[in-house]
């Protein structure tokens, strides 16, 4: 009696198991995705470049600014001379990378940055530990400048690069 049972439901079962293979095998037309390809290749082709050229130079921006915020926060007093000269080395990189990838909206603030970022690399030319003390008024001067520049950059990368 078990075994009839056990049959009883078994067979429905395997029943609506081979139905539903054959519903999906058949349900779906090739016909509509030939004819939506076209429409959508066309943009993505269009529209992918300028995507990832912003994608790029607002990851470049970003670089650049948090390499400037490091560099702000050195105190050459106390940091010393090589937490100042490797700070200005990784500006130095990412000033170059984002100058060749800022976007029209993003140049200005970059050329702020780039010309304040000058004066502290003057003003830090040739310091050493010896010098150090009589360098360090330009060098605070400069810093102040790479700190108002990079609030500029902040403000405008909020505007151009959401999410950064």
């Known amino acids: 009696m078990r075994l009839h049972r056990s049959r009883r439901f078994v067979f429905p079962a395997v029943a609506a198991v081979a139905l539903l293979c054959v519903l999906t095998s058949c349900g779906t037309s090739s016909a509509p995705s030939q004819t939506s390809p076209p429409a959508t290749t066309a943009a993505p082709?269009?529209?992918?470049?300028?995507?990832?050229?912003?994608?790029?130079?607002?990851?470049?921006?970003?670089?650049?600014?948090?390499?400037?915020?490091?560099?702000?926060?050195?105190?050459?007093?106390?940091?010393?001379?090589?937490?100042?000269?490797?700070?200005?080395?990784?500006?130095?990189?990412?000033?170059?990378?984002?100058?060749?990838?800022?976007?029209?909206?993003?140049?200005?603030?970059?050329?702020?940055?780039?010309t304040a970022f000058a004066e502290l690399q003057a003003a830090a030319s040739g310091i050493s530990t010896d010098n150090l003390r009589e360098k360090l008024p330009a060098i605070s001067a400069a810093l102040k400048e790479v700190g108002t520049a990079t609030e500029a950059l902040r403000s405008t990368m909020a505007e151009s690069c959401p999410g950064s």
């Open 45 to 114: 082709t269009t529209a992918s470049p300028t995507t990832a050229e912003t994608t790029t130079a607002c990851a470049d921006v970003a670089a650049l600014k948090s390499s400037l915020e490091a560099l702000t926060k050195v105190r050459p007093a106390q940091d010393g001379v090589r937490a100042l000269t490797t700070a200005i080395a990784d500006v130095k990189t990412n000033l170059d990378k984002a100058e060749d990838s800022a976007s029209p909206a993003l140049q200005p603030s970059v050329q702020q940055v780039k």
